[in-house]
């Protein structure tokens, strides 16, 4: 008898499913297999970019791509679409972010044809003075019963600031929106009542996040109201399974209907300072009713006719600025991608920039930040001096650039105007601080955990002040015009990742999809904004795709190098071609996301 040219027609349609299913989520099959061939591009790339003419989004999570095409679609601006994108990545991975942390946003607008920045971070209890932190922190590690240390804690109210997502979602609406923000809410409310399938990635973020949470519940005043936010039937959202948040769905319908008081002065800030009063905490309603964020004008170096802009102190954008043009000494190209003396420039301009973020980078409203001395080209000029390519300079340290006055999710969307939107968002350490005020559907960031505690440092504690900041959106400008929005996010891997990508691109000629999919490195053991001494040399994480000749040359010229912990960041960017008027989107391989354009 012959076979059967259907499997289908000989089984049952639920066997066959069953078996495939079997076959998808088995390891052990899985790893008898590898990768398919490309038939175009780079083998080694995980896909050809996305290219489109009306619009395009660029987010970790293909739901929230969709959404802001649909508000594109609508009629609304690409600052519309982010402002939806980022609700919906909110809702959908609060695991990274969520309406409880800090915003950073670069706007090129063609209209004015101009760059704008925004800096959406808030401050700390400005009822707190630094004795009282110091104090407090002490007694939060003995009554947890754990060794103390002098750095403020991971989880629970002292790491809290004065979340500043809503306050940047209104000022960015008032200046470029075109719908109403109820029209840009609108998604995410739907998909907080009515549910979503978690992701892969997502799902074992929030495993490892609740694990974490439960090791640390010593230092968490409560954890009862995370729990009832997040967990289904008493375990971590599942990959498939469908995950619903209808306190977040009231929160932000109130924040729709009411606008951004509703959420600095209204009942959402009632509700937050009676839950902080209930459990001990600090911030109180003046906290936030007295915030608002600020426009900062974004700042460049010229790399190789690419005009790089980032984002001024609190945030360590400044630190892949000085780290280009320390590599404009170097020919790059020259020496080859991913080879050991490209790596070498790069790795020992990071390891100087660092030095010099760890020392200088802090709340300008609070200290004097020497911005112009640290992107100078005299600075980068001395700095480079410093750097030998046949070893690793095993006593770098921060300079004097006064002498020289002269865990986060990052997405981007553009417009059929030409607006294009650079933006990231966080609650900083994964999910954030553990605490979930009362039936608000959101976590609080933690990001006050990066203050130093140490009197007379940059960034150390003040009362009203804003920590030092991880997160930053890049853009870049060719002759004039628009050319990159792009960001990684990632912790202190974000600026040695600007610069990765910046090169593969500039100097080595890749696409934009193919500049994230290249093998990544990171460095560790710089000195810290916390009050962490440098480790030296430190260590190097290299991602499985470099050359071992490479990485063996790196440890004779004295690295350590460390297999990749999958730490290496999280990339999006879109691309402006000016003469067809035509958008390239990348996405990173590495996470959830999707590029959608139309």
Not at 42 to 50: D, G, K, L
Not at 175 to 189: E, V
Not at 533 to 547: H, L, N, W, Y
Not at 566 to 576: H, S
Request: with cysteine; hydrophobic share 40%; charged share 20%.
């Amino acid at each position: 008898m012959p076979a059967s040219p259907s499997c289908v027609s000989r089984f049952p349609l639920l066997t066959v499913l069953a078996a495939l299913t079997s076959l998808c989520v088995g390891h052990a099959a899985a790893a008898d297999i590898g990768r398919g061939d490309r038939y175009s591009g780079n083998p080694w790339a995980s896909r050809s970019p996305v290219i489109a003419q009306h619009g395009i989004a660029a987010t970790e999570q293909p739901l929230a791509s969709q959404v802001a095409i649909d508000i594109l679609k609508k009629g609304g601006s690409a600052v519309d679409a982010a402002i939806a994108a980022n609700a919906a990545l909110g809702l959908m991975e609060p695991v990274l972010n969520g309406i409880g942390g800090d915003c950073f946003v670069i706007v090129w607008d063609p209209k004015t044809r101009k760059l704008y920045g925004y800096n959406g971070s808030g401050p700390s209890a400005k009822g707190r003075d630094l004795a009282r932190m110091q104090a407090e922190v002490k007694a939060a590690y003995a009554k947890a019963g754990v060794p103390a240390t002098d750095h403020i804690p991971a989880v629970g109210s002292l790491p809290i600031t004065v979340p500043g997502t809503v306050d940047t979602w209104f000022a960015l609406h008032e200046k470029f929106g075109k719908l109403p923000i109820a029209d840009d809410l609108a998604p995410a409310i739907g998909y907080a009542k009515d549910g979503f399938p978690i992701t892969q990635l997502v799902a074992k973020y929030f495993k490892g996040n609740f694990a974490s949470f439960e090791r640390q519940k010593g230092l968490i005043e409560e954890l009862d109201n995370a729990r009832h936010t997040y967990l289904i039937d008493g375990h971590t959202p599942n990959e498939g399974e469908v995950f619903r948040n209808p306190d977040l769905a009231r929160t932000l319908t109130m924040i729709a209907e009411g606008g951004r008081d509703a959420f600095y002065k209204g009942a959402i800030a009632h509700t937050i300072d009676a839950y902080f009063k209930r459990i001990g905490g600090d911030l109180r309603y003046d906290d936030f009713a007295n915030f608002h964020g600020e426009w900062v004008t974004p700042q460049s170096v010229n790399y190789r006719g690419v005009d790089v802009y980032e984002l001024p102190p609190n945030g360590q954008g400044f630190a892949a600025l000085e780290m280009l043009q320390i590599l404009k000494g170097f020919d790059l190209q020259k020496m080859g991608v991913g080879s050991a003396d490209a790596i070498t420039a790069m790795l020992e301009a990071k390891r100087l920039a660092y030095e010099d973020l760890a020392k200088f980078y802090a709340d300008p409203n609070f200290v004097k930040v020497p911005m112009k001395g640290l992107i100078s080209e005299g600075y980068a000029e001395q700095r480079r001096k410093q750097i030998h390519l046949d070893h690793a300079n095993p006593s770098i340290g921060p300079g004097d650039p006064r002498l020289f006055n002269g865990d986060t999710t990052y997405f981007a969307t553009a417009d059929k105007d030409g607006m294009m939107v650079s933006i990231i968002q966080s609650n900083y350490r994964g999910m954030g601080s553990g605490l979930v005020a009362d039936g608000l559907g959101f976590m609080f960031q933690d990001r006050g955990e990066l203050y130093s505690l140490k009197p007379g440092a940059a960034n150390v504690y003040a009362a009203g002040k804003r920590p030092f900041h991880t997160i930053i959106p890049g853009f870049a400008m060719k002759d004039g015009e628009p050319w990159l929005a792009f960001g990684v996010m990632g912790g202190d891997m974000q600026p040695q990742a600007h610069v990765q990508v910046l090169t593969d691109i500039i100097d080595f000629g890749m696409n934009v999809q193919d500049a994230g999919d290249a093998a990544r490195w990171r460095h560790y053991g710089n000195a810290e904004p916390t009050g962490e001494p440098s480790q030296g040399i430190g260590k190097v994480e290299m991602e499985s795709g470099f050359d071992p000749k490479v990485k063996a040359e790196l440890t004779r010229r004295g690295y350590t190098i460390e297999p990749g912990t999958g730490n290496f960041g999280g990339y999006e960017a879109i691309l402006l071609d000016p003469k067809q008027h035509v958008y390239w989107g990348a996405t990173e391989m590495r996470k959830d996301g999707e590029v959608v354009g139309y």
